[in-house]
C-alpha cells in the first residue's frame, strides 16, 4: 500500500503460533492465494457474460467447515464478506444430507443470498470420508428473470418482481445434474443460454479449486492444511487488529443520503455511529432509513461487506483476503432497515446503497485518521440498461456500469476515468458496442470543472451520449444517484459537482431524466450519462498555482473556474505563469458546484 | 550478396539487454563461438561490434565474409519504462479526447485508495480532435472536415512534437479518413512521425489500438536513432549483411520493418528465450515444455505446447510486475499485438527476504538490484536475499562466481541471514536460508501456473527449460514440487536467449476485423479476406531475402456472448465447407482443453481473421540451427566438495562439484553441483543428472516423475 504513514511501524510483531513453522505457513498461505485466484482466472475465461469478465462481479473462495473464509480470490471487492452468510444457509437446510458430488446453488436474499443476480455454487468437499471444507462461486448473472430484462430495475417493490428466487437446493447431486432445477431455471430467464454459459464457467472454477486443493492435501496432509488454514486467519486477525489499535479510540459520526428510494425522489438517511475501541470496530447503523419501497434494500450481510471494504482501504498494511479480517469488525443494522431487510424487501439495486454505506464509513474514518482517507468520488457508477429490438428485429439488451472517478487525497488530486474502488469494473470499447448493439456513442470523456475544489481537487464527472439507432422504440432503465447530495469534500475541499442525465441534449427538446427511473427511447433520440465529480480535499486556496495553470492547459478547468474556484487567473492556454490569487476569491465561501462554466456548452438546462 | 564467398559465412545472434549483451556467432562450416559483454548504451553497437570481432577470433575467422546479424533489444521496453520517448501528440475522432487518458477503468490493486495510473505518455492538452465519424460498417457517418484538420495540424505544430498518434473511431473498419489526416500532416509537417492506428493494429477496440498507436508513434525516433547507428557501426565494421530484430510474437522482422512498427519490438529479449526454448525441446524430442529464465530481479516463465508458442492479446507493458495483474489489468499500456506470453514474477537472486507485521516470511518483491546486491558480494547489500540464502545452503560456490568475477562473502551471507531472519523466527539458520529458497520458489511457481495450469495444462505433461543465471540453481526444487520429471539446462544458460535468435524465422502479419458469425459468412467472402491477407503479408515477405515462404491463418474465435477470445490455427488455403467445419472443430477442442467445457452447436464468431507469412533468412540454411550445437563457455571450476543443505529430512551432505563436461551420457545420482561460468545447476538427492550429446545437462527426477507428496512433505514437522 502507498498510503502515507500515519504512525510508526510496531515495534515488535506478534509471532505465529509456537506449532507453527514460518516457512511451512508462507508456503500454504501462497499455495491458498494461488488457488483461489486461479479459479478467479477459470471463471473469468470461461464466463459468457461480459459482467463477469468486464466487471469482476463474482467470488471464489476456500470456507473451512465453519464457513469461515481461508482465502478468497482477488475480484469486485464487495463481493469479499457475503459467502459466510451463504454457507451458514446451505448448512442450515442440508446439514447432514451433504455428499461428495453435490453442488449447492442459491441466490435468495433471505436465506443467504444478497440480491436475484448474484448466484452463489457451494460444493462440499470430503477426505477420507467425512466433510473437509467449502469451495465456493458466486457471480452475477446477466439476467434472472422478474418484470425488467437484466433484473437490475430499481423501480420493483417486491423481491417477487425481481426474478427467480433459488432456495439452497442442489443443482448437482453425487455429480448428477438436477434436470428438474435446471429445466426450470432454463424457462425463467431471458438469455438462458448465457445463463448456462455462466454456469457452466462456475462450475469449472469449483473444479479448479477441488482439483487444486486435491493436490494440497496431498502434499501438506489433511489436518496440517486445517491447522495451518486457522492460524492464516489469526494471523490476518492479529494484522488487521494491531492496525486498529492505531487508530485513536472514538465515536465517529458521519451521515449521508441516497437521494431516491427508487420509486420518488426523497432523502434516504445512511446514518452511521463508527466506536474504535482499543483493537476493535463496531459499526452501528442505527437510525439509517427504514427500508423503502424500490429495490435499494440491502442485506446485512451486503452491509458487512461494503463496512469491510471501506475499513480495509485506511489499514496501513495488506492483509490477506481471509475471514480473519472479519473478526475485529463489528457491524450492526436494525431488522427491517434499509441495511438488513426483510421479506418482501426489493433489493436487486442495493449497490447504490453499498456506495453510500462506503462512503459513511470513510466519512467517519476521515475524522479518526484525517491522512489516510480520500475525500467522497463519483459516488457508484452510473447503471443503465437498454433493451428492445434492432432494425434486423433481432432482440438486444445492453447493460453498462457508467464511471467514474475519485476524490481528492490527503496528497494528491482525485483520478477521473477510474472505477470505482469496490467495483474495479472495465468499461465496454465505443467500437464493441457499436457492433454489437444498435447504439451509437457520441460522445465519451470528461467535463471540465466538475471535480469538487480543494488544495487536491476531485476527479471530473464521465459523461457517454449515446444515439439509439434501432428500429422502433426501446426500453432505458437508469439507475444514477448524486443529484441532490453531492460528493462530499474533505479538510475544507468543495463537494463534487452533482450528476445528470438528459435525454436530447442541447436541443429544443432536452429534458433532464430523474436519477432512478425506466422510460423508452425512439430511434434517432439521444440520451447524455454523466456522473458527479468527486469531491475536493482541502482549501482549494492552498492549490498550487501552477496545478490549476496546468488543468487549464489541459481543458479540465476553464479559466472562469480557476479564477473563482481557486482565485487563480491564467489564460485560456494555461501557457502563461499563472498570476497572483485575487485577495478573496470566491471559493470556500460558495457552495456552487463549481461556476458551471464547464457544463454550459454539454446543456444543464435543470442544474 | 556477392556470388563467389572466400571466407566462410556467418550469422551472429546478439541479445542486448540493459546490463549484459550476449552474443553467439555461428559460421557456414559449423563453427560456434559465444561471448557475453557490458552493454555499451547509449553507443549499444560498440558491445556487439566487439563481441562479435572476438567470437569470430575464437573461430579463426573475422569479419567481412557473409553475415546476417540477428538480435533481440531492450531499446523499446526501456524507452517506455524509463519515459525516454519522444514528445508526442494524438489527433482523434471529435468527442473521443479522453479515450486515452480514461483507459479501460481497472486498476491493478485493489483496497490501495492511493494509487495512480501509470504517468501519461501524452497529456490531454496534446489531444486534439477532428470532426468525422465512420460506423463500425466503414460507411462515413460525418465526413472528414478539412478544416478541422487543418486546425489540428496547425496545432500538432504549434506544440512542439516529434511524433503524432492518429486514431480515429471504427478506423478498424475503414481506414480512410486516417489516411486522409496522414496525408495532410505529411504536406504541412513533413518532418514529424507519423503513426496510423489503422496501419500499425487495425483491430476493433480503440483503447487498446490508441495506446498501442500511442506506444508506437513514442518509441519510434529513439528505436530509429538506435537502428541507423546500429547499421551503420556494423557497416563500418563490413559486417554488412541483413539486419534482423526479434518481434514480441516471436518472429523476425527487418531493421526497415522496425524502424516503421518499433512496437512490435517490445520483449524481444524474453521472447528470444522463448524461442530458444521451443528449438531446444524440438532438438530434444520434447514436445511440450516450459521455459524457466531467472535473473537478479524477477523469474520469467512460458509454454510450449505441440511445439508451438503461446500468444497473448493482452500484453500491458510499463506496469508492475504480479501474478494477480493477469487477472485485474490496467497497470501499464496495452499492446493490441499478440505477444508471447510470458508470465513474470518479482522473485529473483536479489530478491529481499524480511518478517512482516504479522510475523510471516516473505521474500520480494523488493530487491537489492544490482546495487547493492546481495549481502554476499559485500558491495554494501546489508539485507538478505535470495542468493544469500543460496551461499548459506552452498548452492552458489561460497567463494566466487561468474567465472571468478564476482567473490563472495560467505560469512556476510550467514549473518544477515542468521541475525535477520532464523533469529527473530527462532529457527536455525539453514532452515531459515532453505525457507528463503522454498518461498521464492512458491512465488515463481506463481509464473509457471500462470502459463499452464491457469489454461487448463497439467503441467506433469511438461519438461521444465531452465535458464538465466539463477535458473538452474532454483528448477529442479521447482520442478518437484510442481510434480514435473524432467528438467532441461541448456549449454550456456546464461547466453540462451541470444542462442534462441539464431532459430528463428522472418514473421509478417496481417489482420482484419470482421466480427461474423461464422456459419453465416459466406465462403466467397472469407477468400476474398483471406487473399486480400495473403497478398498484403506477400509483399512484405517478398522485399526479404528468405527461403520457403509458409503461410498460415490464425482465427481468433468465441462463442456469441463471450468477451473473450480463443486463437485457432490452420494451414493457409482457400476455405471450404469442410475446412471451416474443422475450424469450429478446433475451437471447440482447444475451448475444452482450456475451460472443461464446450458449448457443442453455440453459434461461433469470427472477431479476426490473420495471415502470417514466415520465411526462413536467408543464410540460416547455411549455418543450421545452432542451438543444438552451442559450447558452454569456456569456464570451468575446479572439481572439489562441500556441504550442501537439501532440506530438514536430508539435512547437509557432502556434495560434490563437478563441471558439465565431467557428466556423460549415464546418469549421476545427485546430491551433486554443476558448476559453470554462468550459472550452477543444483540436482537433490533422488535425482540424476546426464549429458546430452548436444551439451545439454538433462535431470531426471526420483523415478522418472517424482509424485508431488514424496517430494515435499516431510516438510512440515
Not at chain 1, 428492445?388 to 494528491?412: C, H, L, M, T
Not at chain 2, 555499451?40 to 553497437?45: A, C, H, L, V
Request: glycine share 12%; with cysteine.
Amino acid at each position: 500500500m502507498s498510503a502515507p504513514a500515519l504512525w510508526p511501524l510496531a515495534s515488535a510483531p506478534e509471532g505465529l503460533a509456537s506449532d507453527i513453522d514460518p516457512v511451512a505457513f508462507e508456503l500454504i498461505n501462497n499455495a491458498m492465494t494461488f488457488l483461489v485466484n486461479e479459479m478467479a482466472l477459470t471463471l473469468v475465461r470461461a464466463s459468457y457474460s461480459g459482467i463477469l469478465r468486464d466487471n469482476m462481479d463474482f467470488a471464489t473462495g476456500v470456507a473451512d467447515l465453519d464457513g469461515q473464509m481461508v482465502a478468497q480470490g482477488l475480484s469486485l471487492p464487495l463481493q469479499f464478506g457475503p459467502m459466510p452468510d451463504a454457507i451458514a444457509a446451505v448448512k442450515a437446510r442440508w446439514q447432514g444430507q451433504m455428499e461428495p458430488g453435490d453442488v449447492f446453488v442459491l441466490n435468495d436474499p433471505f436465506e443467504g443470498g444478497t440480491h436475484l443476480p448474484d448466484v452463489f455454487f457451494i460444493k462440499p468437499l470430503f477426505h477420507e470420508g467425512a466433510s473437509f471444507c467449502f469451495v465456493c462461486v458466486s457471480g452475477h448473472q446477466v439476467d434472472i428473470g422478474g418484470r425488467v430484462a437484466g433484473s437490475n430495475a430499481c423501480d420493483s417493490t417486491e423481491v417477487y418482481a425481481e426474478g427467480l428466487r433459488i432456495p439452497p437446493l442442489k443443482l448437482y447431486e453425487r455429480g448428477a445434474p438436477n434436470q428438474t432445477l435446471f429445466a426450470l431455471l432454463e424457462k425463467n430467464v431471458r438469455v438462458p443460454v448465457k445463463l448456462m454459459g455462466d454456469f457452466r464457467a462456475q462450475v469449472a472454477s469449483l473444479s479448479a479449486g477441488e482439483a487444486g486443493l486435491a493436490d494440497l492435501i496431498q502434499r501438506f496432509g489433511a489436518a496440517t492444511l486445517r491447522r495451518y488454514w486457522a492460524e492464516l486467519m489469526d494471523y490476518t486477525e492479529r494484522l488487521t487488529r494491531q492496525e486498529i489499535a492505531r487508530l485513536p479510540d472514538g465515536v465517529y459520526r458521519f451521515r449521508d443520503n441516497l437521494d431516491s428510494d427508487g420509486i420518488e425522489v426523497r432523502p434516504v438517511p445512511i446514518e452511521l455511529a463508527l466506536t474504535i475501541s482499543g483493537d476493535g470496530i463496531v459499526a452501528d447503523y442505527t437510525g439509517s432509513s427504514p427500508q423503502v419501497k424500490g429495490a435499494l434494500n440491502s442485506t446485512l450481510s451486503m452491509t458487512k461487506a461494503a463496512t469491510y471494504f471501506a475499513v480495509r482501504t485506511v489499514l496501513g498494511v495488506d492483509v490477506p483476503n481471509n475471514g480473519g479480517f472479519f473478526r475485529p469488525v463489528e457491524v450492526i443494522a436494525e431488522r427491517g432497515s434499509v441495511l438488513d431487510c426483510v421479506l418482501p424487501a426489493a433489493s436487486a439495486a442495493r449497490g447504490m446503497t453499498m456506495f453510500r454505506v462506503v462512503d459513511a464509513v470513510l466519512g467517519a474514518l476521515a475524522q479518526a485518521a484525517p491522512g489516510r482517507v480520500p475525500a467522497a468520488g463519483e459516488g457508484g457508477p452510473t447503471l443503465f440498461s437498454f433493451g428492445g429490438y434492432d432494425k434486423a428485429r433481432e432482440p438486444f439488451v445492453f447493460v453498462e456500469i457508467f464511471g467514474g472517478s475519485w476524490g481528492g487525497r490527503p496528497d494528491r488530486d482525485g483520478i477521473e476515468g477510474i472505477s470505482h474502488p469496490v467495483l474495479n469494473q472495465r468499461n465496454i470499447p465505443v467500437e464493441v458496442i457499436e457492433v454489437e448493439n444498435p447504439l451509437r456513442v457520441r460522445r465519451y470523456g470528461f467535463v471540465p470543472d466538475t471535480g469538487g475544489a480543494g488544495k487536491f481537487r476531485g476527479g471530473l464527472s464521465l459523461m457517454r451520449d449515446f444515439e439509439f439507432v434501432g428500429a422502433e422504440p426501446a426500453q432505458l432503465q437508469m439507475r444514477a444517484d448524486r443529484r441532490v447530495t453531492r460528493p462530499y469534500g474533505l479538510a475544507g475541499g468543495q463537494a463534487g459537482s452533482p450528476s445528470c442525465n438528459l435525454m436530447a441534449p442541447g436541443t429544443e427538446k432536452e429534458r433532464e431524466l430523474p436519477a432512478m427511473v425506466t422510460t423508452t427511447i425512439a430511434p434517432g433520440e439521444t440520451v447524455r450519462f454523466m456522473t458527479a465529480g468527486g469531491g475536493g480535499w482541502g482549501d482549494p486556496r492552498e492549490r498550487d498555482p501552477q496545478a490549476v495553470a496546468e488543468d487549464v492547459a489541459d481543458g479540465k478547468m476553464t479559466p472562469a473556474h480557476a479564477r473563482a474556484q481557486y482565485g487563480i487567473v491564467v489564460d485560456a492556454g494555461g501557457a502563461t505563469a499563472p498570476r497572483k490569487r485575487d485577495s478573496h476569491p470566491r471559493a470556500g465561501a460558495d457552495d456552487e458546484p463549481g461556476d458551471g462554466q464547464g457544463l454550459q456548452h454539454i446543456g444543464r438546462k435543470q442544474i | 550478396m556477392p556470388a563467389t564467398i572466400t571466407a566462410p559465412s556467418y550469422r551472429v545472434g546478439v541479445d542486448i539487454g540493459g546490463t549484459f549483451t550476449d552474443v553467439v556467432v555461428a559460421t557456414s562450416d559449423g563453427g560456434r563461438g559465444v561471448r557475453k559483454l557490458l552493454s555499451t548504451p547509449p553507443d549499444f553497437g560498440r558491445a556487439v561490434i566487439a563481441g562479435v570481432r572476438a567470437a569470430l577470433a575464437d573461430l579463426g575467422a573475422e569479419a567481412g565474409a557473409r553475415s546476417e546479424v540477428v538480435h533481440a533489444t531492450t531499446v523499446v521496453t526501456n524507452a517506455i519504462l524509463e519515459r525516454k520517448g519522444a514528445r508526442c501528440a494524438v489527433i482523434t475522432t471529435e468527442g473521443f479526447r479522453d479515450v486515452l487518458e480514461i483507459g479501460r477503468l481497472r486498476m491493478p490493486e485493489l483496497f490501495n485508495l492511493f494509487y495512480d495510473k501509470p504517468p501519461k505518455l501524452v497529456p490531454r492538452r496534446r489531444v486534439f480532435e477532428v470532426r468525422e465519424r465512420m460506423d463500425h460498417h466503414g460507411e462515413v457517418l460525418v465526413p472528414l472536415d478539412q478544416d478541422s484538420v487543418e486546425a489540428a495540424v496547425e496545432a500538432v505544430l504549434a506544440a512542439g512534437v516529434d511524433a503524432v498518434a492518429v486514431c480515429l473511431i471504427n478506423s478498424y473498419a475503414n481506414p480512410a479518413h486516417e489516411r486522409a489526416v496522414a496525408e495532410t500532416l505529411a504536406i504541412r509537417a513533413p518532418g514529424l512521425d507519423v503513426s496510423v492506428s489503422s496501419e500499425i493494429l487495425p483491430r476493433i477496440g480503440e483503447y487498446e489500438r490508441t495506446s498501442t498507436t500511442v506506444l508506437n508513434a513514442y518509441v519510434r525516433p529513439a528505436v530509429r536513432r538506435y537502428l541507423d547507428a546500429m547499421v551503420a557501426q556494423l557497416k563500418a565494421q563490413d559486417i554488412d549483411g541483413p539486419l534482423y530484430i526479434m518481434q514480441c510474437s516471436g518472429g523476425l522482422t527487418s531493421a526497415e520493418r522496425a524502424a516503421r512498427e518499433p512496437v512490435t519490438l517490445v520483449e524481444s529479449g524474453p521472447a528470444a528465450g522463448v524461442l530458444a526454448g521451443r528449438e531446444l525441446a524440438q532438438a530434444l524430442g520434447y514436445a511440450n515444455a516450459l521455459t524457466f529464465d531467472m535473473g537478479g530481479t524477477t523469474a520469467k516463465a512460458a509454454i510450449i505446447e505441440a511445439g508451438a508458442l503461446a500468444l497473448s492479446g493482452e500484453y500491458e507493458v510499463g506496469g508492475r510486475i504480479a501474478a494477480h495483474t493477469r487477472l485485474t489489468g490496467g497497470g501499464g499500456f496495452p499492446i493490441g499485438f499478440p505477444v508471447v506470453d510470458v508470465a513474470e514474477v518479482g522473485a529473483g537472486g536479489g530478491s529481499l527476504a524480511w518478517i512482516d507485521a504479522g510475523g510471516g516470511l516473505r521474500v520480494g518483491p523488493h530487491s537489492a538490484g544490482a546495487q547493492p546486491g546481495p549481502a554476499c558480494y559485500a558491495q554494501g547489500g546489508e539485507a538478505p536475499t535470495v542468493t544469500d540464502a543460496n551461499v548459506v545452503l552452498g548452492y552458489l560456490n561460497p567463494e566466487a562466481i561468474a567465472g571468478g568475477e564476482i567473490a563472495i562473502r560467505r560469512d556476510l551471507a550467514e549473518r544477515v541471514v542468521m541475525e535477520q531472519v532464523a533469529r527473530p523466527l527462532g529457527i536455525e539458520p539453514l532452515a531459515a536460508a532453505h525457507g528463503i529458497h522454498l518461498i521464492a520458489n512458491s512465488a515463481m511457481m506463481g509464473a509457471i501456473r500462470a502459463v499452464s495450469t491457469q489454461r487448463g495444462r497439467d503441467v506433469r505433461d511438461f519438461v521444465l527449460i531452465a535458464f538465466g543465471g539463477s535458473g538452474p540453481v532454483h528448477a529442479v526444487g521447482l520442478a518437484r514440487a510442481m510434480g514435473i520429471g524432467t528438467v532441461v539446462v541448456p549449454a550456456a544458460p546464461g547466453l540462451f536467449s541470444a542462442v534462441g535468435l539464431l532459430a528463428t524465422d522472418l514473421e509478417f502479419q496481417q489482420s482484419r476485423v470482421l466480427y461474423a458469425d461464422l456459419g453465416e459468412l459466406g465462403l466467397d467472402e472469407l477468400n476474398a479476406v483471406l487473399g486480400e491477407l495473403h497478398d498484403e503479408v506477400w509483399r512484405m515477405a517478398a522485399r526479404e531475402e528468405g527461403q520457403g515462404v509458409g503461410y498460415e491463418i490464425a482465427a481468433e474465435l468465441r462463442y456469441w456472448g463471450q468477451s473473450y477470445e480463443l486463437t485457432v490455427t490452420a494451414p493457409f488455403g482457400p476455405q471450404s465447407d469442410e475446412t471451416v467445419a474443422e475450424l469450429i472443430a478446433r475451437f471447440e477442442r482447444q475451448h475444452e482443453r482450456t475451460y472443461g467445457h464446450r458449448a457443442m452447436g453455440e453459434r461461433v464468431i469470427l472477431v479476426a481473421l490473420r495471415v502470417i507469412a514466415r520465411l526462413r533468412p536467408a543464410m540460416a540454411a547455411g549455418t543450421a540451427r545452432a542451438v543444438a550445437g552451442t559450447p558452454a563457455a569456456a569456464w570451468t571450476t575446479e572439481s572439489g566438495e562441500r556441504r550442501v543443505y537439501f532440506g530438514p529430512e536430508t539435512g547437509s551432505l557432502a556434495t560434490p562439484v563437478i563441471a558439465r563436461a565431467e557428466l556423460s551420457a549415464e546418469a549421476h545420482w545427485g546430491p551433486l553441483l554443476i558448476e559453470e561460468y554462468d550459472s550452477v545447476t543444483v540436482v537433490p538427492p533422488e535425482c540424476s543428472a546426464c549429458l546430452h550429446p548436444a551439451g545439454h545437462i538433462i535431470v531426471t527426477l526420483g523415478a522418472g516423475s517424482a509424485a508431488p507428496a514424496s517430494a515435499t512433505q516431510g516438510r512440515l514437522e
